[in-house]
């Protein structure tokens, strides 16, 4: 019984949930590191998945594929960064907009391009890239299928993924960009008055969040789903928010936070097969993830501390 | 050939002309000192100075070439720095990261770290600036805070350094600090311009004094040449009396505030407030003098119902207010000016008019029954502002639109205005320039003499002085001493108040009512 839920297949799979978590909440963490709240990641991952996938279909390739998913992401964001750090809006409100906008506009365009909605036809996808022989049996060689399972059997950006947050942290902590970057969330005026742009920082970092966030929306459509369905990010985007702060806006603590939440959506897959042996609604098992979410902000973690001036647009003089 | 020279400068903003063609010269090694009133446009044309606004006319020269500067980089890469009377240093960050922002050490985008700390060590050690480069900004106290801030200036190359109102959150030990280090920055050959309002500290610390108001500079002269008098005369524009005399002698009338045996807790749980005991009568003032810290705050916040005393009463006209909140308090008849006018005494985001009629604003005839009548507050918001002389365009106006001594006005517009029977006034002239000061304590003066009973607390021993008709000393929670207004002056007073009386006084005369000591 135990041995049909925690297999090696469990912690691959939890992997593979938590990779799109973590691009946008990596996103999440540099655009609200800079002092801007990104609600926007949900209708950006979308928008992404739906390039992406347009592009797949257009040209048969899944690395044009996702190129377009992370300019997409980017090119929506810009958006975003428009209204709220130029124009001063709301920017909860200016998430909000776009979240509705995204949602709509790929809607729209499923019916413009493909003449229905719901699902596009499937695409092709990225493959894993190792793939090794299992040697003979014994005890050995089922260490091997675990090992094997869990660290070679994923698709690209998931690996990209481990590698974007590693290069992430250093980078905030150790470089002047990441300097500046942690300088804008919390005193903007400080950064403006030794002469650096606030709004060519902000627009940087917002235009980063949304090329993540595209690239996390390839991932859903070009390695796991194959193919685009409306609505399919189905609050990711809000959960890789949690992320971020569960992670304390950090990106090694944001990809940390995702695979924890990544491994309660695995879980809530392998719990299904329980259905024919307790009688527990199959929904039970699906509010898994968002149950753990609500729990993690509700401050079970303890008090995370957000940077000063998130959420504060920049004016100057 | 001066280092920094502005001639003409000219900034206007909507309905203000805030720099009237401003000339002024500063030479290497000098410090000049730019005085004038709160609003008098010292800030602006600084911040003109160092990029953050752009003139509407005139030119700065520096090194006697005119320089076009439009932003606080281009300032900097002149060699002009500037520490904000608000400080933009990043709290979460350490001293080294603070300093080095925007020009941070290193190649290839990756920041040199141990030479960035080298950098700053050798700076600090040169300039005698002593502070601890690894340290959470968050986790400095402020004059240490000031010291990066200056440090920060240094490191980008200052020649000319630009302090704006550099001691208005500093201790009098930190202002000692401060001054010796702009003497030796001045050693070094930098060159510094000290925004101010404080006579003492110009006469203190100048080499040459600017003064200005309303925009214009009106005046310039050298602390040799002048004394407080002559300067404060130049900074209003008319004489200012900077110790009013009282013409009358205090009445004291019935008694009005009975303090017994007050014990009160301070938010650490020590005891603030260790058994004081005292009275004030009708047309007196007394004035409670400390060090700041010695309880006075606490005993104040349990006089006007902010604060729960351990133990004690506290009698207004014969009423236990003791354990009574602040509305029953005012309703009692007691008026208070907070010491903290942005936190306790308005609502920035009010306008005049709401902020004059809060406290009232649930009685007759401001109120009738449910409903506010704003006809009514409209009228009294009218009368007070002329009354009281608080400069604005109109009672619609936000609260923290105004500047700190207009709206330190409408706070004892409010509260004198109201006519209470008891006034407690805390350090009622905190961060006011010497027009303002005046204002306020002929105000304070004016309540006495129509039978008003006043509390003033206050660090400032010239408010003490000029203001008390009795002086109960404070020190570690105790009232240490009294003095009658004729036998104290600033001697005794700083001796009592560091303590220096603890051990003479017996114990009978701790515990003897002080009430109409001098009557």
Sequence with gaps: MLGDIITPDLFASALRMATPLALAAIGGTICERAGVVNIALEGIMLTGAFFGTAMVLLTGSPWLGVIAAVASGAGISAVHAFASINLRSNQVISGTAINLLALGLTGFLMELWYGHPGTTDPIKVLRPIFNFESPGGGAIAEAWRWFDSIVFSHTPIVYLTILIAIVAQVAIHRTKWGLRLRALGEHPRAVDTVGVSVYRGRWVAVLMSGALAGLAGANLTIEQVGSFTENMTNGRGFIALAANIFGRWTPVGSYLASLLFGFADALQIKLQILRGVVSIPPQLFLMLPYLLTVIVLAGVIGRAVAPAAVGEPYEKG | ?519
């Design chain 2, 1 to 519: 050939m001066p280092v920094l020279e502005l001639r003409e400068v000219t900034k206007a903003f909507p309905g203000v002309l805030a720099n009237d063609r401003v000339s002024l010269v500063l030479e290497k090694g000098e410090i000049v000192a730019l005085l004038g009133e709160n609003g008098a446009g010292k800030s602006t044309v600084m911040n003109v100075v160092y990029g953050l606004l752009s003139p509407d006319g005139g030119e700065v020269l520096m090194d006697g070439r005119p320089a076009r500067i439009k932003s606080p980089r281009q300032a900097i890469d002149l060699g002009i720095g500037m520490v904000h009377q608000h400080f933009m240093l990043v709290e979460p960050l350490t001293v080294t990261e603070n300093i080095v922002l925007g020009r941070e050490p290193g190649r290839f985008g990756a920041i040199d770290f141990a030479t960035a700390r080298r950098r700053v060590e050798e700076l600090s050690l040169r300039y005698g600036l002593k502070v601890d480069p690894d340290a959470r900004i968050i986790d400095l106290p402020v004059g240490m805070q000031q010291r990066v801030e200056i440090l920060k200036a240094l490191y980008q190359g200052a020649r000319v350094l630009i302090l704006d109102e550099p001691t208005a959150v500093l201790t009098p030990q930190e202002v000692r600090e401060l001054f010796s280090v702009i003497r030796s920055l001045v050693d070094e050959g930098l060159s510094v311009v000290f925004i101010t309002h404080k006579l003492e500290e110009v006469m203190a610390v100048a080499d040459r004094i600017i003064v200005m108001r309303a925009g214009r500079v009106v005046g310039e002269t050298s602390p040799e040449k002048t004394d407080d008098v002559g300067l404060a005369r130049l900074m209003v524009g008319r004489d200012v009396v900077l110790r009013i005399e009282k013409t009358t002698k205090p009445t004291c009338g019935d008694t009005v505030l009975h303090v017994e045996d007050l014990r009160v807790r301070s938010d650490r749980g020590l005891e603030a407030v260790a058994g004081v005991t005292f009275s004030v009568c009708g047309g007196e003032i007394v004035a409670v003098a400390g060090v700041s810290g010695n309880g006075q705050t606490e005993l104040v916040e349990s006089i006007v119902g902010l604060r729960r005393p351990l133990a004690g009463t506290i009698l207004l006209k014969g009423v236990d207010i003791t354990r009574a909140d602040a509305r029953t308090s005012i309703e009692a008849g007691l008026s208070h000016i907070p010491e903290d006018r942005h936190r306790r005494g308005l609502i920035l985001q009010f306008d005049l008019a709401e902020n004059l009629v809060l406290g009232d604003h649930r009685v007759p005839p401001y109120a009738k029954g449910p409903l506010m009548r704003p006809g009514q507050v409209g009228a009294m918001a009218a009368t007070r502002i002329a009354d009281y002389d608080i400069r604005t365009p109109s009672a619609g106006v936000l609260a923290g639109n105004l500047s700190g001594g207009n709206q330190q006005k409408l706070v004892v517009a409010r509260e004198i205005g109201r006519d209470p029977e008891l006034l407690v006034a805390a350090q009622p002239t905190r961060g006011l320039d010497v027009g303002a000061i005046e204002f306020v304590h002929r105000q304070i003066l004016a309540a006495r003499e129509s039978g008003k009973a006043v509390l003033l607390v206050s660090l400032e021993l010239e408010e003490v002085l000029s203001l008390a008709d009795r002086v109960l000393v404070m020190y570690e929670g105790r009232i240490v001493k009294e003095l009658a207004s004729g036998e104290a002056d600033a001697e005794t007073l700083g001796y009592y108040m560091t303590g220096g009386g603890g051990e003479k006084l017996s114990a009978q005369e701790l515990q003897a009512p002080t009430h109409g000591g001098n009557a």
